[in-house]
């Protein structure tokens, strides 16, 4: 089956770094679309940032200038460079995949990482 593993998260101060990865395996083809989404406490989900296998990388305006999506196809890994990091920033992140099975594509949830910035 489809697994995401997620690591990379932690407690960091304001203006600092951190990089999240996230790991799919179990897909028989490359996922096409992965990215990642955050949910802070009382808040909905939402899109973090994301990035087709060809390359293309979308953000939220919150993160542009300051997040960076990457990934290996090879080891079918999504990368999320965080800088700047500010105390919003803080939430539980989620790596998101569409990946493939035998019966066809679908969305698939890492067990989320947890983001914690002081101030």
């Known amino acids: 089956q489809v697994q995401l593993v997620e690591s990379g998260g932690g407690l960091v101060q304001a203006g600092g770094s951190l990089r999240l990865s996230c790991a799919v395996s179990?897909?028989?083809?490359?996922?096409?679309?992965m990215g990642w989404y955050r949910q802070a406490p009382g808040k909905q989900r939402e899109m973090v940032a994301g990035i087709t296998n060809g390359g293309h990388a979308n953000y939220a305006d919150s993160v542009k200038g300051r997040f960076t999506i990457s990934r290996d196809n090879a080891k079918n890994t999504v990368f999320l460079q965080m800088n700047s990091l500010l105390p919003e920033d803080t939430a539980v992140y989620y790596c998101?995949?569409?990946?493939?099975?035998?019966?066809?594509?679908?969305?698939?949830w890492g067990q989320g990482t947890q983001v914690t910035v002081s101030s």
């Open positions: 998101h995949a569409v990946a493939y099975t035998y019966v066809g594509g679908d969305d698939y």
């Open positions: 179990g897909s028989i083809f490359s996922p096409t679309a």
